[in-house]
């Protein structure tokens, strides 16, 4: 059948490797049924089972190719290749098939096919393989459609869980601007109210020397007071006291007869 579709050269090159690994699969298997030793058929069974990944991956690139190819080529060519996509997968899959019996004979733990990497697996890839194999083009064109639906929805939500956290991050900022330009305030306000309080104690020092100052005075003038008072109370009571010196001004009165007598000094007054 190969032979008689209209493939391009890279497509005859790639539908050869696959044919290539699928001969080397069908001996690997006839030769497996004959080994009696398990570790031996364990061993060649990871081989086979390499084979088996290899022609997956070149199954890809048919199927590529195929698209690649698909608006240059008449409807019918198309379905040929598409036919002939899905025989090679039925193929790949009937040796998937053989592995899982000489698997289940051995006895061994069930190792998937067509893993990710070193010691892991993907257990899901044989049931794509198998799907793929069972739908059409316009299947997968729709399958494929409502997957970039769910994807465009999912980046949907993703865009408006991003604008709600960056108007979130805004309005924090925001406040925490204004908390920031508050405390500035409450800060420039201490600062005065600081400097306020110290101006003020440097001013009720002041007074406070000064009204020290005020009350020593009042105080010596008080007592100076005080004795001109003494002293005249003391003249008034006894002007005989020799032992107090007159205060200018404040002279007891002299004797009538002296009074007298320094008005008869003086003559007539006309």
């Given at each position: 059948?190969?032979?008689?579709?209209?493939?391009?050269?890279?497509?005859?090159?790639?539908?050869?490797?696959?044919?290539?690994?699928?001969?080397?699969?069908?001996?690997?298997?006839?030769?497996l049924g004959k080994v009696k030793d398990p570790n031996r058929q364990s061993k060649q069974l990871e081989d086979l089972t390499g084979k088996m990944r290899e022609c997956k991956r070149l199954i890809k690139d048919f199927?590529?190719?195929?698209?690649?190819?698909?608006?240059?080529?008449?409807?019918?060519?198309?379905?040929?290749?598409?036919?002939?996509?899905?025989?090679?997968?039925?193929?790949?899959?009937?040796?998937?098939?053989?592995?899982?019996?000489?698997?289940?004979?051995?006895?061994?733990?069930?190792?998937?096919?067509?893993?990710?990497?070193?010691?892991?697996?993907?257990?899901?890839?044989?049931?794509?393989?198998?799907?793929?194999?069972?739908?059409?083009?316009?299947?997968?064109?729709?399958?494929?459609?409502?997957?970039?639906?769910?994807?465009?929805?999912?980046?949907?939500?993703?865009?408006?869980?991003?604008?709600?956290?960056?108007?979130?991050?805004?309005?924090?900022?925001?406040?925490?601007?204004?908390?920031?330009?508050?405390?500035?305030?409450?800060?420039?306000?201490?600062?005065?109210?600081?400097?306020?309080?110290?101006?003020?104690?440097?001013?009720?020092?002041?007074?406070?020397?000064?009204?020290?100052?005020?009350?020593?005075?009042?105080?010596?003038l008080f007592l100076v007071v005080c004795g001109v008072i003494a002293i005249i109370i003391v003249k008034v009571v006894n002007p005989n006291n020799k032992n107090i010196r007159d205060i200018p001004g404040f002279a007891?009165?002299?004797?009538?007869?002296?009074?007298?007598?320094?008005?008869?000094?003086?003559?007539?007054?006309?």
């Amino acid at each position: 059948m190969a032979n008689d579709l209209q493939m391009s050269p890279q497509l005859e090159q790639i539908d050869g490797e696959i044919q290539d690994h699928f001969r080397a699969l069908a001996n690997g298997f006839q030769k497996l049924g004959k080994v009696k030793d398990p570790n031996r058929q364990s061993k060649q069974l990871e081989d086979l089972t390499g084979k088996m990944r290899e022609c997956k991956r070149l199954i890809k690139d048919f199927d590529r190719e195929v698209k690649d190819e698909e608006s240059r080529n008449p409807p019918e060519v198309n379905k040929q290749l598409n036919d002939r996509k899905q025989s090679l997968i039925k193929e790949l899959n009937s040796y998937v098939g053989l592995r899982k019996t000489f698997m289940s004979t051995l006895g061994n733990k069930r190792v998937e096919l067509f893993d990710m990497g070193a010691g892991g697996s993907d257990p899901v890839a044989e049931d794509n393989v198998l799907m793929a194999s069972e739908m059409s083009n316009q299947e997968l064109i729709d399958a494929g459609k409502k997957r970039m639906d769910e994807t465009d929805q999912a980046i949907e939500r993703s865009k408006q869980v991003v604008e709600q956290t960056i108007e979130v991050g805004a309005q924090t900022a925001g406040t925490l601007k204004g908390q920031t330009e508050q405390m500035g305030r409450i800060v420039n306000e201490l600062d005065t109210i600081h400097f306020s309080i110290k101006k003020a104690s440097q001013l009720v020092k002041e007074i406070g020397r000064q009204v020290a100052t005020d009350k020593c005075i009042m105080m010596f003038l008080f007592l100076v007071v005080c004795g001109v008072i003494a002293i005249i109370i003391v003249k008034v009571v006894n002007p005989n006291n020799k032992n107090i010196r007159d205060i200018p001004g404040f002279a007891p009165p002299a004797p009538a007869s002296r009074r007298l007598l320094s008005l008869s000094t003086m003559g007539p007054l006309y």
